[in-house]
């Protein structure tokens, strides 16, 4: 038996979910792709400002949009968010079982 949270695919065989774990926000450039791909509704843009502080996404002080993981929980682990960004800005992990 796995360590790990398992999954089935249509035919039956094994698969191991990789769960978002982390957003490298240095890195992100914004561009959203991540935000329309993820069928969960895990990532939501936010916006900083020069000082640091995070605003909404579209408040006149942001300086730059990067995205965020607001909601992780509800990540079913399909990497998706990974194969359309082009900054290598997600981390993954299986979840323990
Ligand atoms: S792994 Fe899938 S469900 Fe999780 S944040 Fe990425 S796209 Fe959304
Ligand atoms: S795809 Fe990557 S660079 Fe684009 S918003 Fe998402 S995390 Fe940022």
Redesign the pocket.
């Known amino acids: 038996m796995s360590e790990f949270v398992q999954g089935k695919t249509k035919g039956g065989g094994a698969w191991t979910p990789k769960f978002v774990s982390d957003?490298n926000q240095k890195a992100?450039?914004?561009?959203?792709?991540?935000?329309k791909v993820c069928p969960q509704g895990v990532l939501n843009m936010i916006g900083i400002t020069e000082d640091g502080d995070i605003v909404d996404a579209q408040d006149d002080d942001a300086e730059k949009k990067?995205?965020s993981i607001a909601n992780g929980d509800a990540c079913i682990g399909c990497q998706s968010?990974s194969k359309?960004?082009?900054?290598s800005?997600?981390t993954h992990a299986p979840l323990a079982a």
């Open positions: 957003l992100c450039i914004g561009c959203g792709r991540c935000f990067v995205m968010c359309v960004c082009g900054k800005c997600f």
